[in-house]
């Protein structure tokens, strides 16, 4: 099975200030990681596909990199409404995995 | 656009069967080119893929280790749905359980069940 570990698991950030957010695999995924948020009493919400494809409907302020075991969403000028949890996923191999997840709070 | 509609019970008995159906509009379970996956949250587990269920001129299963013992999905097409089954439920199995489309990304997601385990 492959872990997925992010970092970090909690960031206090004000808003217009940048967001990175880390993914590392236990082993190569090629470009197979996908990005998610998660509003509090809300479903995921798909972010960026394929390490670096943009969603439809996705503020462009979201963005991610990456290839192989390490990647990173960017978020580009946080704005209050992108409080939430966001988290990687892998469906490169069977079992599909996720990250423990990254809160992102508003200072 | 694909959307999902869960329905079934938020509680569940120990040693009992959970039960939850996904129905699908906007797009067609039997789809040669979509998957039906079942995910679930809890505080201890996080994020776990218990499985997908697809077709492609056939139908094919995908499931968890963790559950593959105890879980069984079953398409239907006369109604554009897919269920869950997961047997001998205890407390560990309490957890939000989400239905989502993709098959790689989970590209559309259910509301979300919580179901909990208990007497």
């Known amino acids: 099975e492959i872990v997925l570990t992010q970092s970090p698991d909690f960031q206090s950030v004000t808003p217009k200030e940048k967001v990175t957010i880390t993914c590392r695999a236990s082993?190569?995924?090629?470009?197979?990681l996908h990005w998610y948020q998660q509003k509090p009493d809300q479903s995921p919400k798909l972010l960026i596909k394929?390490?670096?494809q943009s969603i439809s409907g996705v503020p462009s302020r979201f963005s991610g990199s990456g290839s192989g075991t390490d990647f990173t969403l960017t978020i580009n000028s946080l704005e209050a409404e992108d409080a939430a949890a966001y988290y990687c996923h892998q469906s490169s191999s069977l079992p599909q995995t996720f990250g423990q997840g990254t809160k992102v709070e508003i200072k | 656009q694909v959307q999902l509609q869960q329905s079934g019970p938020g509680l569940v008995k120990p040693s009992q069967t959970l039960s939850l159906t996904c129905a699908i509009s906007g797009d067609s379970v039997s789809s040669n080119s979509a998957a039906w996956n079942w995910i679930r949250q809890s505080p201890s587990r996080g994020l776990e893929w218990l499985g997908r269920?697809?077709?492609?001129?056939?139908?094919?299963?995908d499931y968890a280790i963790s559950v593959k013992s105890r879980i069984t999905f079953n398409p239907d097409t006369s109604k554009n749905q897919f269920s869950l089954q997961l047997n001998s439920v205890t407390p560990e199995d309490t957890a939000i359980y989400y239905c989502?489309?993709?098959?790689?990304?989970?590209?559309?997601w259910g509301q979300g069940t919580t179901v909990t385990v208990s007497s």
């Open positions: 394929y390490a670096s």
């Open positions: 269920t697809y077709y492609r001129s056939k139908w094919y299963n």
């Open positions: 082993q190569s995924i090629g470009s197979n």
């Open positions: 989502a489309a993709g098959v790689y990304g989970m590209d559309v």
